[in-house]
């Protein structure tokens, strides 16, 4: 396999041109590396009909696989007109994760490129959609668009939370303003960095562990302390002073609206394994993918941290 950094792109089982197609072909070109688009096929009534005639249904399988196959290499045919390199496969399984998986183990991704899936409430609470897996486990970047009207973002935006330990705030909110700015400079795109301050969220979770505030100066006292923090992640990336937002407000809000009002293509933030109860409700990088008027890019946290 080869070792030369690539894009994976994960196309839908419909045999449909979405905007995860062209938004991988602006990135593959930006970034200046090749494309490997994988299909993953399974249907139920097969694989069940199978058990009673397998070799009939071997066949239709194959006959569905190959079919497949020729629209994906159509595709790729016509993304290598833009002078890149693709290539393209189908696989049958049932597991889509764990065959992505074994991708990250064999070849070096740079990127995995999906359209995002929307999933009723109640399946997210019983059953962990792909894109959900994805974004918790994953340890490659994850980009899961939700629309392209422009492939080659225009507008990027970095969320960060400096509300951390001092290793997360220098390491970890780096990585993802690393990989905002680097996204950014690639598609010749307009960065902004985004802070939000929810000092009512932080007096809740004090009130709801018996913590007694000593008046809101408190509070006062530590949206200073997170605007320093977030003054000086934005300083050692230059980022202009006009492109720094520190907002006060609910998070998920405050981010959508952002987003809405600047026109923002891609949001890059950072998602974090989530156990117990977290697990089931989702992180913020999980709602925001069912509520940001924009596509989001995940970017994971080294091992270490």
């Known amino acids: ?25 602006a990135l593959a070109r930006a970034m200046q590396l090749p494309l490997h688009i994988v299909a993953f096929d399974y249907l139920q009534a ?23 196959r020729q629209w994906l290499e159509e595709q790729a045919r016509a993304m290598g ?12 399984v049932q597991s889509p994760y764990d065959e992505i998986l074994h991708f990250v183990n064999e070849m070096p991704l740079a990127l995995i490129i999906k359209d995002a899936e929307e999933e009723p409430a109640l399946k997210r609470v019983f059953f962990a959609p792909l894109d959900w ?8 970047p994850v980009h899961l668009v939700t629309h392209a009207l422009n492939p080659r973002p225009h507008k990027v935006l970095a969320i960060v939370d400096v509300l951390r330990s001092e290793e997360q705030d220098l390491v970890f909110n780096d990585r ?24 009512a969220s932080v007096y809740a979770k004090d009130m709801a562990i018996g913590v007694l505030p000593l008046g809101m100066g408190i509070y006062e006292k530590l949206g200073e302390t997170q605007y320093e923090a977030f003054a000086a992640l934005a300083e050692r990336h230059g980022v202009p002073a006009e492109r720094r937002h520190f907002i006060e407000g609910t998070l998920l809000a405050s981010i959508c609206n952002f987003a809405i009002e600047h026109r923002t293509d891609v949001l890059v933030m950072g998602t974090v394994q989530n156990r117990g109860l977290n697990k089931f409700l989702g992180s913020t990088a999980e709602q925001l993918l069912h509520r940001a008027p924009c596509s989001v890019l995940a970017i994971k946290p080294d091992k270490t941290l």
């Open 133 to 140: 897996q994805l974004l918790r486990d994953c340890p490659v």
């Open 1 to 25: 396999m080869s070792q030369t950094q690539r894009l994976l792109l994960v196309a839908p089982p419909a045999m449909t041109h979405t905007p995860a197609f062209d938004r991988a072909v």
């Open 81 to 92: 007109k833009h002078g890149l390199e693709v290539t393209c496969e189908v696989i049958w």
């Open 176 to 199: 993802i303003v690393d990989a905002a700015v680097k996204l950014a400079e690639q598609c010749d795109a307009r960065l902004e960095l985004v802070h939000v301050y929810d000092w």
């Open 46 to 68: 097969l694989a069940v009909a199978g058990l009673f005639a397998p070799e009939q249904i071997a066949q239709a399988r194959e006959g569905y696989l190959h079919k497949h």
